[in-house]
């Protein structure tokens, strides 16, 4: 069962509504610009509608992140929702080049990383890789790790995990950690 078909009516609504807000802020910043070119004999009254006009758009901006937010969960309900991270331990023996993921034997996102998000990640930072809507049920992830290994080696490695998708949101996490034992890198993937 595929939710994809269901996301297109959702987005277009959205999208609907914040161009109509936009258009509704256009025209009103229009209207108040034509007002203040107008002579006026009263100064106090351009300040207020100047103030009018902040407090409107005060109010667009805290809309629009409503709206956001709105979005988020008509897009990504938490009975479908599905969300990956990705961390990284300080990178030793590995330097990332590129992450793949799929999820039931279908590539779903291919991540290619610059250095600035690298040292992000060494720095404890934790990326949201993926965001999707699955079907309640068993899945598989699989995640492709690609970079350069001990002695500057080219180096591809795979971590895997089968999880079941119930009616509440399901967050994973891959993890890239040193081992100091091995002198390798562990790829790791758990349930949060």
Not at 73 to 89: A, E, G, K, N, R
Not at 100 to 113: A, G, Q
Request: aromatic share 8%; proline share 3%.
């Amino acid at each position: 069962m595929s939710f994809y078909s269901e996301k297109a009516p959702k987005i277009n609504s959205v999208h609907w509504l914040i161009s109509l807000l936009v258009g509704c802020l256009l025209s009103i910043s229009l209207s108040v610009n034509a007002q203040q070119n107008e002579p006026l004999a009263e100064q106090p009254i351009n300040t207020t509608v100047t103030e009018q006009l902040q407090q409107l758009r005060k109010e667009v901006v805290a809309l629009n992140r409503d709206l956001f937010v709105l979005e988020e969960d008509l897009l990504f309900p938490s009975s479908t929702q599905v969300v990956v991270y990705l961390s990284m331990d300080v990178g030793a023996y590995f330097n990332l080049d590129a992450v793949e993921l799929k999820i039931d034997d279908k590539v779903v996102t291919y991540h290619l990383y610059t250095e600035k998000q690298i040292q992000a990640l060494f720095k404890g930072g934790v990326q949201k890789l993926h965001i999707d809507n699955l079907a309640q049920g068993k899945h598989q992830l699989t995640a492709f790790f690609i970079g350069k290994g001990p002695q500057d080696r080219e180096y591809k490695r795979a971590t895997s995990i089968t999880f079941t998708k119930t009616a509440e949101a399901k967050s994973l996490e891959l993890s890239i950690i040193d081992s100091s034992l091995k002198q390798q890198p562990v790829f790791e993937a758990i349930e949060l």
